[in-house]
């Protein structure tokens, strides 16, 4: 929900919530303030349920095949969790991996002993898929890849490489924190098998709320391991493990959040996919060639197609400086440093960039905003 003194560039961040996704939250936690957490729970059943529809909907999969997590990275880490390597095995990342995916994957191999190895990538940033394809053996255990990284402005070709992993029998995550509420999403076409996202970003969902698809025939090979009464209900004096995606859930939720986050959908997919993208990719040319023209400004974005998160640099400005200034005009960027995406920054020489993300809310005011004031922060540096 936009302030009218604020122009706001950080929705790949933390997208602004909507007047009624904050009533959606206040409202439930009031009625829990009335009548307590487990009633107003089961008061609100219907609606949660739809919850589970509407992302169903918003991926083109099955209801069974979705769980609610808490962000993008409790869902990724507790599928990775279920999986097991051993000296030998090979891990397979693109160089514009999301840092907290190749942290935890650097631990996995570190701790089994299997490799972690990084796919080639084309002279525009992509994964290549013909060095793709000649790496994928049956030594390969994972290929996990972030469809649209945190900085660069880059688009994977996802379906791609889902194609070529499927093809191989290999199990393949999908980092779409980026993606979805920016893009259309089809886990179908994607042959994906895992898919993760927070509510936070481009749906503009509560924080604390996340997406985690799980294709059907693939949850048959993942036993987490931690359960509780609800993700493996006791029946017939043992407990069994529920046959669909909340396996990955747990007894406990914010509901409130939830509900908030089955708001944001709704408003996604009542307003269209193929609307937003429309909006936010135009938005973001707009200030791309802007930037372009700004001397003592550098644009950091590659990639043949291009998303709507915009990355550049001062030349004689650091980034921390430049966002302090901005943030002092009351414009918003976000700061992303090599914790971020660490094999691509350091690949291209880079410490950190800034990044200015817009979206539908998103006015040309705001716009003119932000370059009037890289135009001057450039000239004075």
């Known amino acids: 929900m936009a302030t009218s003194n604020l122009a706001y560039f950080n929705h790949a961040g933390a997208s602004l919530i909507s007047t009624a996704v904050l009533d959606t939250v206040v409202a439930h936690l009031q009625l829990e303030s009335r009548i307590g957490g487990y009633a107003a729970a089961m008061q609100q059943q219907p609606a949660l349920d739809q919850v589970y529809a509407r992302a169903a909907q918003l991926l083109n999969c099955d209801t069974d095949e979705v769980a609610l997590t808490d962000s993008h990275s409790r869902g990724w880490r507790d599928v990775l969790s279920c999986l097991q390597f051993s000296p030998g095995d090979r891990i397979l990342v693109a160089r514009s991996e999301w840092g907290g995916n190749y942290a935890a994957l650097a631990h996995m191999a570190q701790r089994s002993g299997a490799s972690l190895e990084v796919i080639p990538c084309t002279a525009t940033g992509e994964v290549c898929l013909d060095a793709l394809a000649h790496m994928l053996d049956h030594h390969v255990r994972?290929?996990?890849?972030?469809?649209?990284?945190?900085?660069?402005?880059?688009?994977?070709?996802?379906?791609?490489?889902?194609?070529?992993?499927?093809?191989?029998?290999?199990?393949?995550?999908?980092?779409?924190?980026?993606?979805?509420?920016?893009?259309?999403?089809?886990?179908?076409?994607?042959?994906?098998?895992?898919?993760?996202?927070?509510?936070?970003?481009?749906?503009?969902?509560?924080?604390?709320?996340?997406?985690?698809?799980?294709?059907?025939?693939?949850?048959?090979?993942?036993?987490?391991?931690?359960?509780?009464?609800?993700?493996?209900?006791?029946?017939?004096?043992?407990?069994?493990?529920?046959?669909?995606?909340?396996?990955?859930?747990?007894?406990?939720?914010?509901?409130?959040?939830?509900?908030?986050?089955?708001?944001?959908?709704?408003?996604?997919?009542?307003?269209?996919?193929?609307?937003?993208?429309?909006?936010?990719?135009?938005?973001?040319?707009?200030?791309?060639?802007?930037?372009?023209?700004?001397?003592?400004?550098?644009?950091?974005?590659?990639?043949?197609?291009?998303?709507?998160?915009?990355?550049?640099?001062?030349?004689?400005?650091?980034?921390?400086?430049?966002?302090?200034?901005l943030n002092a005009q009351g414009i918003e960027v976000a700061l992303n440093g090599l914790a971020f995406t660490p094999l691509d920054l350091q690949a291209r020489g880079l410490t950190d960039i800034l990044r200015a993300s817009a979206h539908t809310t998103t006015t040309d005011t705001d716009i003119d905003r932000l370059i009037h004031a890289v135009s001057q922060i450039a000239a004075n540096a």
Do not use: M
Not at 144 to 167: C, D, E, H, M
């Open 142 to 325: 994972l290929v996990s890849l972030t469809w649209l990284p945190a900085n660069g402005g880059l688009i994977q070709p996802a379906a791609k490489v889902g194609a070529l992993t499927r093809a191989a029998g290999i199990p393949f995550f999908l980092d779409a924190a980026q993606a979805v509420g920016q893009l259309p999403v089809d886990v179908r076409a994607l042959e994906c098998d895992v898919l993760t996202t927070p509510g936070r970003k481009w749906l503009r969902g509560p924080r604390g709320t996340g997406l985690l698809y799980v294709r059907r025939a693939f949850l048959s090979a993942l036993t987490p391991p931690v359960v509780d009464h609800f993700t493996a209900p006791f029946g017939q004096g043992r407990y069994t493990l529920r046959p669909d995606a909340r396996r990955f859930e747990t007894s406990e939720a914010g509901i409130a959040a939830r509900l908030g986050l089955g708001q944001a959908l709704k408003e996604a997919l009542t307003q269209g996919i193929e609307n937003i993208q429309h909006s936010i990719f135009a938005k973001s040319q707009t200030i791309r060639q802007a930037l372009a023209h700004i001397p003592n400004v550098q644009l950091r974005d590659i990639g043949l197609a291009q998303s709507g998160l915009v990355s550049f640099t001062f030349d004689h400005c650091t980034a921390k400086t430049a966002q302090t200034r």
